[in-house]
């Protein structure tokens, strides 16, 4: 049951593209298309962007996107907003438990 | 309007025990699997336990397996998490969520508020 892993920081100034990994193993991001992120604001619950690796609820922006690619998924925040600045969380279904990444603290320039 | 509101965090002392709640509304609660999830002061979200619907399938996770039970009474549409032999590296908001679509593989599509544990050494 190790987490995901996540780079710690990632940065990007308004008006440009943002991608954050998520590496898992086959056990977990590799093995099922059960991967969703979540974005966090400082004292706030976790808010779900995208789910089953590339689908978005209904009210989140068109500008997050994700993918994956063997045992990595990733999420991508095109046209960086000043609101887009927070923590971001991939998660996997594993089967017999869920796991959640390390976690990615987005900062808009 | 879906409604995840968790309750019964507090000061507790190493070794003692809790019982959380998370009172659910605005949806059939019935029809879904339902986790907890925990994040420490300043650190990451990490996933706790998941039940089924019918209560007869529960996971946990390794770190707080014989120790934490989950359970839910859904004529009350409430999820209950009991916490014995509490330690210190328990401390944590713990948050309640819904699994999408009524599956354990769903995504957490709603989320509680969080309510606070803390364990003192």
């Known amino acids: 049951q190790s987490a995901l892993t996540q780079p710690p920081s990632a940065s990007g100034s308004p008006g440009q593209s943002v991608t954050i990994s998520c590496t898992g193993t086959?056990?977990?991001?590799?093995?099922?298309?059960?991967v969703s992120w979540f974005q966090q604001y400082p004292g706030k619950a976790p808010k779900l962007m995208i789910y089953?690796?590339?689908k978005r609820p209904s009210g989140v922006p068109d500008r997050f996107s994700g993918s994956k690619s063997g045992n990595t998924a990733s999420l991508t925040v095109s046209g960086l907003q000043a609101e887009d600045e927070a923590d971001y969380y991939c998660?996997?279904?594993?089967?017999?438990?869920?796991?959640f990444g390390t976690g990615t603290k987005v900062t808009v320039l | 309007e879906v409604q995840l509101v968790e309750s019964g965090g507090g000061l507790v002392q190493s070794g003692g025990s809790l019982r959380l709640s998370c009172a659910a509304s605005?949806?059939?609660?019935?029809?879904?699997?339902m986790h907890w999830v925990r994040q420490a002061p300043g650190k990451g979200l990490v996933w706790v336990s998941r039940?089924?619907?019918?209560?007869?399938?529960?996971t946990y996770a390794d770190s707080v397996k014989g120790r934490f039970t989950i359970s839910r009474d859904n004529a009350k549409n409430t999820l209950y998490l009991q916490m014995n032999s509490l330690r210190a590296e328990d401390t944590a908001v713990y948050y309640c969520?819904?699994?999408?679509?009524?599956?354990?593989?769903?995504?957490?599509?709603?989320w509680g508020q969080g309510t606070l544990v803390t364990v003192s050494s």
């Open positions: 039940i089924n619907s019918a209560e007869t399938n529960t």
């Open positions: 969520a819904r699994s999408s679509g009524g599956y354990s593989y769903g995504a957490f599509d709603h």
């Open positions: 089953e690796v590339s």
């Open positions: 605005g949806f059939t609660f019935s029809s879904y699997w």
């Open positions: 086959s056990s977990d991001v590799g093995g099922y298309n059960y």
């Open positions: 998660s996997s279904y594993a089967g017999s438990n869920n796991v």
